[in-house]
């Protein structure tokens, strides 16, 4: 193995004044505005990784024949720091976005780069960048965080780049909801299919996305905000959203998750709810959940509460499902703006560590600066 990764720091020479970084961290949005430096780092199969730095951000120079535009080999991730009453900054379970990126990396014949190495790359980005991690209590505010990967060969030939290049940029985060979090609509599509057995659906990758957007348009019309996908196969098992995980909260307690089938992304997020969800008293569950029990469990109240996690929007509330020829309302969502009270707890216990107000029994946090 090569050496662990070292970072030039090449400054900006024109940085945001310090009026400019304050109004966009009054507030930031999401993934509008970024810091004033970026991470990136260089690969050929002959040198291996190299001239890895912390630089101007600024557009990239890549040649219109590079593999990345005509082939969409290309991942990413998504994480966040967040600042802590003490000023410290942390990552939450950044080993497993690491881990999920070299899976990545793997399906979409890109080289590795170690978790080691992904750490440190988000380490010093946020050491330059300090001054554009949202203060503590400013509400759910953070440091969005995101690293990819993206094969820059100029070959138009179809085989695995043999130049790629790892970056990572930074953009202050507010809270996804502005006045807390909403239900959403959610679309089930019947015509869409988002991943097949064997495809990229458990890759975090450019082109899954790209393929979402024409069922994302059609949720629209359909006066929807996201799409449940389906099983390719039987069209019948409930998959995820095209960019979170789904959760059904029954009238008993039980939490149950649709399982990783290989076409299901592995979030985080996910991982974390279920042992949160555990620690609350809850019966967890990781197995097949068909569309129709979904509706059924809606219709007899079996299924009280239904939300979508992530990393940008932490838990989201699904208050509405429809169909071709349906809608559902789900639960009572005259109570308390449609966030369920179990949607709620789950999502305050899970914030409350991120935020680093209660203890990290788990060691789910990692200091970043
Ligand atoms: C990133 C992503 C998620 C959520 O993963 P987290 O690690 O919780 O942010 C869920 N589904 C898809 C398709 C994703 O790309």
Request: proline fraction near 5%; charge should be negative.
């Amino acid at each position: 193995m090569a050496d662990a990764w070292n970072f030039e720091v090449e400054l900006a020479s024109a940085p945001a004044t310090t009026e400019a970084r304050t109004a966009v961290l009054t507030k930031p949005g999401f993934g509008q505005s970024f810091t004033d430096h970026m991470v990136l780092a260089s690969w050929t199969d002959e040198l291996g990784w190299h001239d890895q730095k912390v630089t101007a951000y600024a557009p990239l120079k890549v040649s219109p024949a590079a593999a990345v535009l005509h082939y969409a080999q290309e991942i990413f991730e998504g994480l966040k720091a967040y600042r802590h009453e003490d000023g410290s900054v942390w990552a939450f379970r950044p080993d497993m976005n690491a881990a999920r990126f070299s899976r990545s990396a793997q399906r979409l014949a890109l080289p590795q780069v170690s978790q080691e190495d992904f750490i440190a790359a988000l380490r010093a980005l946020v050491t330059v960048d300090e001054a554009w991690v949202p203060p503590a209590g400013s509400g759910e505010t953070s440091l969005y965080l995101r690293p990819y990967m993206i094969a820059t060969e100029a070959a138009l030939s179809v085989r695995p780049a043999r130049e790629v290049l790892f970056g990572v940029i930074a953009s202050p985060a507010g809270p996804y909801f502005d006045t807390g979090p909403k239900p959403v609509s959610i679309w089930l599509s019947d015509t869409s299919i988002r991943a097949t057995p064997g495809g990229t659906g458990a890759a975090k990758c450019g082109g899954n996305y790209a393929a979402s957007l024409a069922a994302l348009a059609e949720a629209t019309e359909n006066g929807c905000n996201q799409v449940i996908y389906l099983d390719a196969v039987e069209r019948r098992w409930i998959e995820e959203s095209g960019s979170m995980n789904v959760f059904f909260v029954y009238a008993d307690g039980r939490i149950a998750t649709p399982e990783l089938s290989g076409s299901i992304l592995e979030g985080v997020t996910r991982d974390s709810v279920l042992d949160i969800a555990a620690d609350l008293g809850h019966k967890v569950e990781e197995r097949r959940i068909s569309a129709d029990e979904w509706r059924d469990g809606i219709r007899s109240g079996e299924i009280t509460e239904t939300f979508a996690s992530g990393t940008a929007a932490v838990i989201t509330p699904i208050g509405r499902v429809a169909w071709t020829g349906g809608d559902l309302t789900i639960g009572d969502h005259t109570v308390d703006d449609g966030v369920g009270p179990v949607t709620a707890s789950i999502r305050a216990a899970l914030l409350d560590v991120q935020y680093g107000r209660t203890p990290d029994p788990r060691g789910w946090l990692t200091r970043l600066t």
